[in-house]
């Protein structure tokens, strides 16, 4: 919010914000606001930002609806060059729900429902390459 103060463009911007953990933040920001489905606020801004070329466009979103729910949607805007930023909230778990694994929790963190942390060797994400090769036996 300092960084549209500084930049004088408040008059003109307009945040999609996601749904998530942050979700009582956007009342008290004094822009513009519009709410997307989980995983889709690029999608959102960038219709925004094609119909008010001249607004500055920002998402705001938690890392469950950016990374689990909406990457595709944040990787297709940027492949695109959307004039968009999409900015991420990373707490590491799905905050909403109480704290329980989402993609961006890191190995040996601490959980709701996996009190040792992501292992190494249990569905981290950096194995997901391997779920096809694995499927086929």
Do not use: W
């Amino acid at each position: 919010l300092e960084l549209i103060a500084d930049l004088g463009v408040r008059e003109r911007t307009i945040c999609v914000a996601g749904i998530g953990c942050y979700t009582a933040f956007p009342p008290v920001m004094d822009v513009d606001v519009m709410q997307a489905l989980h995983g889709r606020a690029p999608s959102v801004a960038t219709g925004v930002k094609r119909v008010r070329p001249d607004a500055f466009v920002f998402t705001m979103q938690g890392d469950g609806d950016m990374i689990s729910e909406g990457l595709q949607e944040v990787l297709h805007a940027a492949a695109r060059g959307e004039r968009i930023t999409a900015i991420v909230f990373n707490n590491a778990v799905f905050g909403e729900t109480g704290g329980h694994m989402a993609a961006a929790t890191v190995l040996r963190q601490h959980a709701k429902r996996r009190v040792g942390g992501r292992g190494r060797r249990r569905r981290s994400p950096a194995r997901a390459h391997r779920v096809r090769r694995e499927a086929r036996g």
